[in-house]
């Protein structure tokens, strides 16, 4: 059975830092594609970033050059480090593991941005 499970959100003011974990069981990590969505009150789910099973990243305009996503290949374990967080970066935060028909999600993790 696969399990994404997240941790690492929280309250953080403005301009501050978190970093997410997911820890990934059930699943052949190193060759599936990872990615951090995240879906703010009222809107629908986005990606944020991810990271491709061969090392490829990208990420999303809105948060390009303040967050860093990483994978641990050994531990079965993709990160996300948000560095100067902004009141739109809240929301959960969700881990999805990808890779051809196969589409697996985590529970969320909650990030939230105020002074």
């Known amino acids: 059975q696969v399990q994404l499970v997240e941790s690492g959100g929280g309250l953080v003011q403005p301009g501050g830092s978190l970093r997410l974990s997911c820890v990934a069981s059930g699943i052949f990590f190193r060759i599936v594609n990872m990615a951090w969505y995240r879906q703010a009150p009222g809107k629908q789910r986005e990606i944020v970033a991810f990271a491709s099973r061969s090392g490829d990243t990208g990420y999303s305009d809105s948060v390009k050059g303040r967050f860093t996503i990483s994978r641990d290949n050994v531990q079965n374990t993709v990160y996300l480090e948000m560095n100067n967080l902004k009141p739109d970066d809240t929301g959960d935060y969700y881990c999805?593991?990808?890779?051809?028909?196969?589409?697996?999600w985590g529970k969320g993790t909650l990030v939230t941005v105020s002074s």
């Open positions: 999805n593991a990808y890779r051809g028909a196969e589409n697996y």
